[in-house]
């Protein structure tokens, strides 16, 4: 029997951080005990030399290749558990972790169960109890927070109340690896780390790879010693998934130089990528309870999706306003023949959708500018670089004066760039200018790298050590302008493709640009689609964690169950209006089939229903003549549902709520008026009622998300009809038309 840290030694050869392979340690942490068995045959393949702490064994070299069941004395409450009992069910999906609470010697212990590779592992460790830990009750709060700052930091006051340790921070990773600290709760002896960046070899590749995987991590005491794993076999296990997976040395030593004990971190998971960290630091070693790590995941996961969503409403609102704007611009280029001269008419637009100090228009030997530019002879100089030494149609760069300012004689007003080339055969370009950003990057530390020399078998090795000091180091960056970031790229692309849907292009360049913005319209539009189906799984997801607190609830009071069923409420909440989004690009993407239908029916039963729905059993619904439509069966379902469900719901509040229906034929067309004696829509407010998740001022009151109308409103489209309106102080009638059925 020999440890896997031994055998570890034997092959590890590194010199970054990033090749340290930190997923096989080869121990874990003293909180944990482990087994890991065979997942065909059951036997026993590895161990935590300290299980013979809880379990009554009297050798553990006699437990390799036996079962569980051979040693009833040993690990009879293991046996008898449903876990064990049903392993098959329990570790069908691999990497999935199952939890459940078993009595080991009369003392009360987590028990996990994971499926890793071709092994199962059985994971220990014990129940604590904290009487006095408060829960914040305002964890239901993520989702009405419009401000991305005010959202963190209201996760980590939560957060507080049940890890409580003396330093909480949010950790945001930047696109080259390196991250920002941009949120902080800390008890007030201890230094802030607020708005300071740390190197990406802090955090490597392959450790970030492993938050992605396992996204709860404790060390409850960097200073203890790790307890070997032992084995039969020389293959090392693959650790990934265990709670306790032992601390590599050099994060250790990272957190020893912090003057901190002990640490947790949360992944912030967005859009399937690892967008952060929570990660919590402790002066004196502290283990965080099974159950309440749990649950700090669960807020962490509100918090990034609520974050998620309100990052989507904003980008929605800014591709709405860029459309208007391009909208705009394309009236006026339809105004002119040329190109040249639609875009000088409108260069100062041009240059300030992307957020540019200067533009400049280079056509054969004309050169145009606007804003902040370099000198002419200057941009004929960049034109021509660009001309010889680019490939794409668009080249971005922020360190342009840094890498080129030498060879182009460039000025500080040219430090970024962004150049599009609309035709390079006629040297005719568009450039964006950004002016030198005197940029200061606050480091934790000097993120300098620094080697020292170790010995291992008689070698003479290196290996990165980790920061013995992390006082504020500032790096002045010279050469550099703002990044352009992928609003200002879009905002550039849409001028592209503005110039080329109105320049008289020949056909098949026309057709492909057509494809282009089709394909880029779906993709904007089918956000609303990604997000209910992507969030649907993490929603069910907290949803069953909730219920599992609710279930394992030790503290019986009435406010503890009121705040975790105010969870399932705001996740069933959320889960409807996703739903409700859902069929928004559904509405768009659907297949559809036209035919003669009849309505009666449908309205009817759409009406009974809605009157339950909303509790208003005493609305008066007068259904007329109801001629047949032409309209696809499910999208008319859908309209009617929408419609009449708003007209019951607004009119819910009058002494004598009242909705009338009522079908006309004409020449070619059917048009049905649904009348209410409701709320009324306001003057100042009408221009919005299509718009998704705009809702009136004085329908706050009711329940409600503004996406019904917007179903409405591109059902009707698709179907070859229209909707409308007419309202005022008495009520709303929404008016349908629909194509009349051939005859």
């Known amino acids: 029997m020999v440890s896997l840290i031994d055998r570890l030694k034997r092959f590890m050869n590194f010199i970054e951080c990033h090749e340290e392979p930190i997923h096989i340690p080869g121990s874990i942490q003293s909180f944990g005990y482990l087994i890991g068995i065979d997942a065909e045959s059951r036997t026993i393949t590895f161990l935590s030399r300290n299980i013979s702490d809880i379990f009554k ?5 006699k437990l390799f290749g036996r079962e569980l069941t051979d040693f009833p004395e040993s690990f009879q409450s293991i046996i008898d558990s449903e876990i064990y009992t049903s392993l098959d069910k329990f570790t069908r999906r691999k990497n999935e972790t199952y939890f459940d609470k078993v009595f080991i010697e009369k003392k009360e212990f ?3 169960v994971f499926r890793s590779g071709n092994h199962i592992f059985l994971e220990f460790e014990e129940v604590l109890v904290n009487p006095d830990k408060r829960i914040s009750n305002k964890y239901d709060n993520f989702y009405v927070i419009d401000n991305q700052q005010d959202l963190w930091n209201h996760l980590l006051e939560t957060l507080s109340k049940v890890v409580n340790y003396d330093r909480i921070m949010v950790y945001k990773f930047m696109m080259d690896g390196s991250g920002k600290v941009i949120a ?3 008890n007030e002896e201890m230094e802030s780390f607020m708005g300071l960046h740390y190197p990406e070899s802090d955090i490597p590749k392959q450790a970030r790879e492993l938050y992605l995987k396992k996204r709860k991590r404790i060390f409850s005491n960097v200073y203890a010693e790790t307890v070997p794993v032992l084995s039969k076999t020389e293959e090392p296990i693959d650790l990934t998934f265990s ?8 994060h250790g030593q990272y957190l020893k130089n912090f003057g901190v004990s002990s640490s947790f971190s949360v992944s912030i998971i967005i859009d399937d990528q690892l967008w952060g960290l929570v990660t919590c630091q402790n002066i004196k070693p502290k283990h965080i309870d099974l159950e309440d790590r749990v649950q700090a995941g669960i807020f962490t996961a509100l918090a990034a999706n609520a974050y998620s969503s309100f990052r989507s409403k904003g980008e929605l609102s800014y591709r709405l306003e860029l459309n208007e704007k391009l909208l705009q611009m394309k009236t006026e280029f339809l105004k002119h023949h040329n190109l040249l001269d639609s875009l000088i008419e409108c260069k100062s637009e041009i240059r300030s959708l992307p957020d540019a100090d200067g533009l400049a228009i280079v056509s054969d030997e004309s050169i145009i500018t606007d804003g902040n530019t370099p000198t002419p002879n200057t941009i004929a100089r960049i034109a021509q670089w660009a001309l010889e030494y680019t490939e794409a149609p668009i080249y971005t760069s922020r360190n342009f004066l840094k890498d080129h300012g030498e060879e182009l004689e460039l000025s500080e007003n040219a430090a970024g760039v962004i150049i599009y080339f609309v ?3 006629k040297n005719e370009m568009l450039i964006w200018f950004r002016k030198e950003f005197d940029e200061h990057i606050d480091w934790a530390g000097n993120p300098t790298k620094k080697i020292e020399v170790f010995s291992q078998n008689g070698e003479d090795k290196q290996m990165i050590s980790p920061r013995t000091s992390f006082r504020i180091f500032t790096e002045n960056i010279k050469g550099h302008s703002k990044r352009w970031n992928s609003r200002n790229v879009s905002a550039v692309q849409a001028v592209r493709d503005l110039i080329l849907e109105t320049s008289h292009k020949n056909y098949n ?10 394909k880029v319209n779906e993709e904007l539009d089918s956000f609303s689609y990604t997000i209910s189906h992507d969030l649907g799984t993490p929603l069910t997801v907290m949803k069953l964690n909730a219920q599992m607190l609710l279930g394992n609830l030790t503290d019986n009071s009435e406010k503890s169950k009121t705040k975790i069923n105010t969870i399932i409420d705001e996740i069933d909440s959320m889960a409807e209006m996703m739903q409700d989004v859902l069929q928004l690009s559904r509405a768009k993407y659907s297949e559809i089939q036209l035919e003669s239908l009849t309505t009666h029916l449908t309205i009817q039963k759409i009406s009974e229903n809605a009157k339950m729905t909303y509790g208003s059993a005493n609305s008066e619904v007068i259904i007329g003549e109801c001629p047949d439509v032409m309209a696809d069966k499910t999208l008319l379902h859908q309209v009617f549902l929408n419609i009449i469900n708003n007209a019951v719901k607004y009119s819910s509040h009058h002494d004598l709520p009242k909705v009338e229906i009522e079908g006309t034929e004409e020449e070619h067309t059917v048009v049905y008026r649904i009348s209410d004696n409701g709320i009324g829509i306001p003057e100042g407010e009408k221009h919005k009622m299509f718009k998704i998740f705009n809702r009136m001022d004085n329908a706050k009151k009711f329940k409600g998300n503004g996406v019904g109308l917007s179903i409405v409103h591109r059902i009707m489209k698709r179907i070859g009809g229209n909707v409308d309106y007419e309202s005022n102080k008495e009520g709303t009638s929404f ?4 194509k009349k059925p051939y005859i």
Do not use: W, Y
């Open 243 to 250: 709670a306790s997976r032992g601390m590599s040395p050099v």
């Open 57 to 61: 064994i009297e050798s553990l070299d």
């Open 423 to 425: 035709e390079r055969d």
């Open 735 to 738: 008016i349908l038309t629909f």
């Open 110 to 112: 987590h028990f996990s």
């Open 509 to 518: 360049a026309i057709k492909r640009l057509n494809d282009e913005l089709k």
């Open 184 to 186: 902080e709760r800390k």
